[in-house]
């Protein structure tokens, strides 16, 4: 009898009892440190991410090396667990660089396949906690930027000009792909400078990034650092519908919630017909969703050939969700849910930002026409 392959294998959309005791964990400590005044007030300081939060999160709970090898002081985790940390920081909105650093980066890092070296020790470092990194390209590029920068002996370092990079400022170290290979560049080093910009998410601030003569540590040459941006890349868009589903789980259940406290004309609001016709359609796309994020994640932690499917599938239809669950929250909240105090606006802003990153729907679905041979919509 044959052995099953990695193409025959039925994707596993259940969570485990390990992941939903992560769930209960993570969830306990945003409810204590990131509730909805504590996030918008945040918002409102100059240093929109909570220190202790993340190092709660990251070395507390381990969340910040849930995918690095125990040998390199990480958990050993998958991205099934990952996805379950970005489902809760999805439903609270969290300014945490938790897709950034501990997925996006760790990725890419992982993909380099290093078991020692400067790699291998970064990544110890991100797993304990002790220092973020961000990849340092536009935070809506699916793939690495075509202008990568510029580097050699007449040039006196590296480059570029890079933006909107997604929580460069809460990073230790930069991961940059430059035209010679992958770098890594202290955000601190002198020819670097990270510029803050007005963002519609005020909980994943973006910044400019440039590079002026910076100096950097040379990871991988311009092909293994080209594959493995690509696969940091892939596996942030794929973990982004998780976040995305939390999201949209977050705005239903608040909306139900709501519908059933606010009485017109003596009955609750959410009893009317129309209201519960849209609040079913709702329940059935976050439903889609989250089979939709659950198979990404699944395909990623298992490798699976089907892998730029899953997540091409997920991002086309999850975004989509997200933004529709928001905006559903914000309308049927009526007056309540445009105000500055109630946390509705913070999701549809979320939501609409994450639509745009790491690709579009659109380029989404395009990925998913060309993988299966279909003609474009």
Not at 186 to 193: L, M
């Amino acid at each position: 009898m044959t052995a099953p392959t990695a193409a025959d294998r039925t994707p596993d959309l259940l969570y485990s009892q390990d992941e939903e005791d992560l769930r209960a964990a993570v969830r306990s400590l945003l409810a204590d440190r990131a509730d909805a005044p504590s996030v918008i007030a945040r918002t409102e300081s100059d240093t929109p991410y909570d220190q202790e939060l993340w190092q709660a999160l990251a070395t507390g709970i381990g969340a910040a090396g849930l995918l690095v090898p125990e040998h390199l002081g990480g958990q050993g985790a998958t991205h099934r667990e990952a996805a379950v940390v970005l489902e809760e920081l999805g439903r609270s909105v969290a300014p945490a660089p938790f897709l950034t650093s501990s997925v996006v980066a760790t990725e890419t890092l992982l993909a380099l396949d290093a078991q020692d070296g400067p790699a291998a020790a970064l990544l110890a470092e991100l797993a304990g906690g002790r220092k973020v990194a961000v990849l340092a390209v536009p935070f809506a590029a699916s793939a690495a930027p075509a202008g990568a920068p510029d580097r050699g002996p007449a040039s006196g370092g590296l480059h570029a000009v890079t933006g909107p990079v997604a929580d460069a400022a809460a990073a230790d170290v930069l991961l940059v792909p430059a035209a010679d290979g992958l770098y890594a560049v202290a955000a601190d080093a002198p020819g670097v400078r990270v510029e803050p910009l007005v963002a519609l998410d005020l909980t994943r601030p973006l910044a400019t990034v440039t590079l002026a003569g910076a100096a950097g540590t040379r990871l991988a040459d311009a092909g293994t650092g080209a594959r493995a941006v690509d696969r940091g890349l892939l596996a942030g868009a794929g973990l982004l519908a998780s976040e995305q589903l939390g999201l949209a789980e977050w705005c239903l259940t608040e909306t139900v919630r709501h519908t059933r406290e606010r009485h017109q004309f003596n009955r609750p609001i959410g009893s009317f017909q129309a209201l519960k016709h849209r609040m079913a359609q709702l329940w059935l796309e976050v439903v889609s969703a989250r089979a939709a994020a659950r198979n990404a994640a699944d395909a990623l932690a298992a490798d699976s050939p089907d892998t730029p499917l899953a997540v091409a599938v997920a991002q086309a239809y999850c975004s989509r969700v997200a933004v529709h669950a928001a905006e559903e929250c914000v309308q049927l909240h009526g007056g309540i849910g445009m105000t500055w105090e109630h946390p509705a606006h913070l999701y549809l802003k979320r939501a609409k930002a994450d639509a745009t990153a790491y690709g579009t729907a659109g380029r989404h679905q395009d990925t998913v026409a060309a993988l299966m041979e279909l003609p474009a919509p």
